[in-house]
């Protein structure tokens, strides 16, 4: 009886192994596809699922069981709808003017705004040029009032704007350098249209703010609107994301650093592009010759993807069904729940776990990514970490070790898939980038942020090892992976002191 169970339990782990497996060639389709939609969304408008934000960043700083073949076919076709013509795709090809990243020869007092979700951040950055760097760095976190979230955008902002003037009422006004003007750098995580370095209308809210008033105004303005209500003499030198932020930190202290990867619990990336290998970029092309690219790579799909039934769920259950196919395979938000869904369907076909209430089970998101680590990461004898797991957030209790171990494998099997396409999606960049390649002795820097990457152990090492299988071992001893922190706070200051209006 006992091994008539664990035998079904088996199949079950067996299935998913191998429709999750990520061998070489699938990869290395997975990155011919990545430079594909990335080249083709440097074309035009409209022109890939891949947003490719253009963001004006011209110089670094040195100091789905498998999904239906129909469905599959579907997506695949929408994708290359989108590389026909201008309005094939859903996508919004938004341009995101930075062109200019600091070089660590800036010096003075710069500033942060952080607003991302529902608590926002202020952040005061000393620089002192190339030789000593980042002196001093200051924050403080604030809490928005929840009845702010639905309000008007004048209270919003005005709410922003008096933890601005109370963050820096203690400097005076002759702390900033030569009594110059204070300047800014706005790092805004929800959908904008940017229509220069520092402005950029709303096209909508995410997460839990619904202030509709704010909808197609620029946030730049409604900012520096209520800051000079408060009395707070500042410019918004730069309205950045977390993703460009995160390359501009990187390369600040690595002038090699050419890529910036956001895997926490989202995913995003981006590289420094050429210039005049972008041809939707108008106009003047900045003296660099370069340019930060924000891909946007969370909406990247293909069917090179390896998928499985709980994808498919998860997908067909989630807000925005058919979008984000890359980061909900990849990202820390979903890895728990696909976990979860692995061991639901367990439950249901066999008495594994015992007689257990299915209750928790069937519960979406309750099991976390950072439980799902803790329990990949077990080294107890008895695999103690496992139980005290599945007891707390499934209520599953008295499972045997053989039971625990088979977790651990399913922890695995998404999680290796997981680095795995990570690894694959820098490929393609490396590859868009023209490096990557046996005698390319360029060095090739890559800074990543996010918990995903910084806590799980075996998901960072996984997604090391998959780099050097898929470049080579030639080619892979010129390319590093770096974590690099707080790319929406102390990025932002950064892109801010590049931009600054006295800094030439």
Not at 261 to 287: F, M, Q, R
Not at 354 to 383: I, K
């Amino acid at each position: 009886m006992v091994a008539a169970v664990e035998a079904v339990a088996e199949q079950v782990v067996a299935q998913l192994r191998e429709d999750c497996a990520t061998p070489a060639a699938r990869l290395d389709g997975v990155a011919a596809a990545m430079e594909e939609e990335l080249r083709a969304g440097l074309r035009e408008e409209g022109g890939s699922k891949i947003e490719m934000i253009v963001s004006y960043v011209d110089n670094l700083p040195n100091g789905y069981c498998a999904t239906s073949a129909a469905r599959l076919a579907a997506m695949e076709e929408e994708t290359r709808a989108g590389l026909r013509e201008e309005g094939g795709s859903k996508i919004k090809m938004i341009v995101s003017y930075v062109d200019n990243l600091p070089n660590g020869s800036e010096e003075g007092l710069f500033y942060a705004l952080d607003l991302g979700g529902t608590n926002f951040r202020v952040l005061r950055v000393q620089l002192a040029g190339k030789d000593k760097r980042v002196v001093n760095l200051e924050s403080s976190e604030v809490s928005i009032p929840h009845h702010l979230t639905s309000g008007s955008a004048e209270e919003l902002f005005g709410f922003i704007a008096s933890a601005l003037a109370k963050f820096i009422a203690d400097e005076g006004p002759n702390k900033v350098l030569g009594g110059m003007q204070r300047e800014l750098g706005f790092t805004f995580s929800f959908p904008v249209r940017q229509t220069s370095i520092a402005s950029g209308t709303l096209i909508k809210w995410t997460k839990e703010f619904a202030v509709d008033d704010a909808v197609g105004e620029d946030v730049v303005a409604e900012l520096q609107k209520a800051m000079e209500k408060q009395g707070v003499d500042m410019r918004v030198s730069a309205l950045i994301n977390d993703t460009v932020g995160t390359l501009a930190a990187g390369s600040y202290n690595d002038e090699d650093v050419v890529i910036g990867v956001i895997l926490g619990t989202g995913s995003n990336a981006a590289y420094v592009e050429k210039a005049d290998a972008i041809p939707k970029l108008k106009g003047e092309l900045p003296k660099s010759g370069n340019m930060v690219i924000n891909t946007e790579w969370g909406n990247f799909f293909s069917s090179r993807l390896p998928t499985t039934e709980y994808d498919q769920a998860l997908d067909e259950e989630s807000v925005n069904p058919r979008e984000q196919i890359f980061e909900k395979l990849i990202s820390g938000l979903y890895l728990g729940d696909i976990v979860r869904r692995v061991l639901l369907k367990i439950a249901t076909q066999c008495s594994i776990f015992g007689d257990v209430d299915q209750t928790m089970l069937r519960s979406p998101f309750v099991l976390r990514t950072p439980d799902v680590s803790a329990m990949h990461h077990d080294e107890t004898p008895d695999l103690s970490i496992v139980a005290e797991k599945l007891a707390e957030n499934l209520k599953i209790s008295d499972t045997t070790f053989e039971a625990r171990k088979m977790v651990v494998e399913i922890c695995d099997i998404v999680t290796s898939r997981s680095a795995r396409l990570a690894a694959a999606g820098i490929v393609g960049i490396i590859r868009k980038m023209g490096r990557g390649t046996p005698g390319d002795k360029r060095r090739t820097a890559i800074a990543i942020d996010g918990g995903l990457f910084e806590h799980y152990v075996e998901f960072r090492q996984c997604l090391e090892s998959t780099l050097v299988e898929l470049l080579g071992e030639e080619a892979s001893e010129s390319v590093s992976v770096k974590l690099t922190k707080d790319g929406s706070g102390l990025g932002a200051a950064l892109i801010a002191a590049a931009h600054s209006q006295y800094a030439n």
